[in-house]
């Protein structure tokens, strides 16, 4: 019972924004399985999910292998020790880096995989984000800002 719970949580949380315990327990309780807040958090503390920001920028659990998760932090760690400011203009986001810095900072945001943006070419400190939409260009930089506070 465990396992196939196991493998439900996964596949729901794969195929949904899940944000909460609770709402992960309304889920599993209509589909049939009997479960308690307490017992999904157990789960939630085997499965190693974490969480964090989906693409609508609310927060959601992530199922994540090791190797994804330390990639991810490498990533966001060259991100976050290189970036220097950002500025919009319109569908375009300017990103200035750390002199030298501006080609790891681009391959690490397109590794980070936006989907909000098409492309990125980068100097030596500074890089240029093509973004789909202006309310894309928004949102990108809030979950931007939201990695530089962590």
Known sequence: MKSSRHKKI????????IST?????QILN???????QATVSRDIRELKLTKGISDSGKQKYFVETNEESNLNEKYVRVFTECFVSMDMAMNILVIKTVSGMAMAVAAALDAMNFNEIVGTIAGDDTIMCAIRTVEDTRILISKLEKILKR
Do not use: C, I, K, P
């Open 30 to 36: 209509n589909q049939g399985f009997n479960v308690t």
């Open 21 to 25: 315990q609770e709402e992960l327990a």
């Open 10 to 17: 996964v596949e729901l949380v794969r195929e949904n924004d």
